[in-house]
Nanobody, 126 residues
Framework: QVQLVESGGGLVQPGGSLTLSCAAS????????IGWFRQAPGKEREVVAC????????LYADSVKGRFTISRDNTKNTVNLQMDFLKPEDTAVYYC???????????????????WGKGTLVTVSS
């Protein structure tokens, strides 16, 4: 059974940085994608960044390009999201999920992801 646990959220001032971590266990396949998504109150869950388990390919939402960096540590089974130059509009609950189909255009949509973590709250405010 796959389990994902997010950590690293908190309160940060605009322009600040945070690093989120997604610890994964129970992954038996080598062909999957891990995505970081976020959901603000009253809004749908949206993609932030994704990474391919096979070759480390990455994808970023336009709103975070140049500010966020997704990376993986296969020895620790973790996927990190380094968030720099944070803005108030980045405030949301951040979730990581596993897409069992691997890499493809479907990874940008929350539907199809499985085994979501419980999320970690990021608040950007002065």
């Amino acid at each position: 059974q796959v389990q994902l646990v997010e950590s690293g959220g908190g309160l940060v001032q605009p322009g600040g940085s945070l690093t989120l971590s997604c610890a994964a266990s129970g992954l038996s396949s080598r062909n999957y994608a891990i995505g970081w998504f976020r959901q603000a109150p009253g809004k749908e869950r949206e993609v932030v960044a994704c990474i391919n388990s096979r070759d480390g390919s990455t994808l970023y939402a336009d709103s975070v390009k140049g500010r966020f960096t997704i990376s993986r540590d296969n020895t620790k089974n973790t996927v990190n999201l380094q968030m720099d130059f944070l803005k108030p509009e980045d405030t949301a609950v951040y979730y990581c999920g596993v897409h069992p189909r691997g890499w493809g255009p479907w990874i940008q949509v929350a539907y199809g992801y499985e085994d979501w973590g419980k999320g970690t709250l990021v608040t950007v405010s002065s």
